[in-house]
């Protein structure tokens, strides 16, 4: 298991973290999986034994009960490894029961901590965008949680570049501590990643968490021309997380997976992880699985080095389409682009 540094931080995470969507199966979660105590043990030593060290839950995962499995599960190993949750989403029916206010992130931190059965949080995520809240309240109560030792480090979840841009440069004018990360969703089949949130996490030293790495299991191989719609499959149940704008783009992906996959006699499942892993930026990727199996086969992807010509083709077939202003800079500008530029126009300019 290779061990990176998350952002501009000192603090060292696994390249694989693992997820506990699927602990609890609670509500809208029993969708994404059901794993139950004795199931999340499991995963936990699965994890912990090829070198895991990071665990990845949030206050709405199952209603809570994923950070009350995740506690319990972790008991007398917490000080050995690193747990992140996150807060923004409602958690209740009232008019203050979501969202990035004070009131609000205080609450649930502490919710979270009781039922994660710890004193603090290793990385506290904002799991959403809130316009309707000042992002100097916002930025200002995760300042004085680091300060408090209720969190060492906090992180954006599933913002734009101009929201993490707008609150590096808050952080800055008021002397908060600075977030450290981004959990994003970014993968060979989604790149949209790459127009502006890779690039600003380049330029910012941000790290950067893939959430879904698989797209749920949509780049696992499983999914084919002729084998569209599996029963019992997240996508055979509504999930339409990532969306799929283009049917045939996606297959023609998924062959180049398996074509590589073959080669190393591997799934074509850690061919899509090895290839997140190996852009630039990216910290850890958080895979989760509802079986022992995929989590086993998952893990693997940690010691698998593609080769330059895989990379390449992987990424060809899932590239995107240069976006105004990007196909004039790469028009006009190629001869003066810099390392963060380079995360979207390289690929272009490298052909």
């Known amino acids: 298991m290779e061990y990176r540094h998350l952002g501009h931080s000192g603090l060292r995470v696994s390249s694989l973290t693992l997820g506990t969507m699927t602990f609890g199966g609670v509500g809208k979660m029993a969708s994404v999986g059901e794993t139950d105590i004795a199931g999340a043990k499991r995963q936990v030593d699965l994890a912990t034994e090829q070198g895991v060290n990071f665990f990845d839950t949030a206050n709405m995962y199952?209603?809570?009960?994923?950070?009350?499995?995740l506690g319990e599960v972790l008991a007398d190993r917490r000080d050995s490894v690193l747990v992140a949750s996150k807060v923004r989403f409602p958690m209740g029916d009232g008019p203050n029961d979501e969202g990035l206010s004070r009131h609000h992130i205080l609450r649930q931190c502490?919710?979270?901590?009781?039922?994660?059965?710890?004193?603090?949080?290793?990385?506290?995520?904002?799991?959403?965008?809130?316009?309707s809240t000042p992002l100097e309240e916002t930025l200002g109560t995760m300042d004085q949680l680091v300060r408090d030792g209720k969190i060492r480090y906090y992180g954006v979840s599933n913002w734009s570049a101009w929201h993490v841009m707008k609150a590096l440069q808050i952080c800055e004018r008021h002397n908060f501590i600075k977030p450290i990360c981004q959990q994003i969703h970014y993968t060979a089949q989604a790149r949209d990643a790459e127009y502006e949130l890779m690039p600003a996490a380049v330029d910012q030293g941000l790290g950067t968490m893939v959430w879904s790495p698989l797209a749920g299991g949509l780049l696992s191989g499983k999914?084919?021309?002729?084998?569209?719609?599996?029963?019992?499959?997240?996508?055979?149940?509504?999930?339409?997380?990532?969306?799929?704008?283009?049917?045939?783009?996606?297959f023609d992906l998924i062959d180049v997976l398996v074509e590589v996959a073959d080669g190393h006699g591997v799934s074509a499942a850690q061919v899509a992880l090895a290839w997140t892993l190996s852009r630039s930026g990216v910290s850890t990727a958080v895979i989760g699985a509802r079986k022992d199996e995929q989590l086993k086969d998952n893990l693997a992807s940690a010691?698998?080095?593609?080769?330059?010509?895989?990379?390449?083709?992987?990424?060809?077939?899932?590239?995107?389409?240069?976006?105004y202003p990007y196909w004039h800079q790469h028009n006009t500008a190629a001869s003066r682009l810099g390392p963060a530029d380079r995360v979207l126009h390289g690929q272009y300019l490298d052909d």
């Open 62 to 69: 199952s209603e809570g009960r994923s950070e009350e499995i």
């Open 110 to 131: 502490e919710a979270s901590l009781r039922r994660l059965r710890t004193d603090w949080l290793d990385l506290y995520l904002m799991h959403q965008w809130d316009g």
């Open 223 to 250: 999914y084919r021309r002729d084998q569209r719609h599996l029963d019992g499959t997240r996508f055979s149940q509504g999930w339409t997380e990532p969306p799929i704008h283009d049917e045939d783009k996606l």
């Open 303 to 323: 010691g698998l080095t593609l080769k330059p010509d895989e990379i390449a083709a992987i990424e060809k077939a899932g590239r995107p389409d240069l976006l």
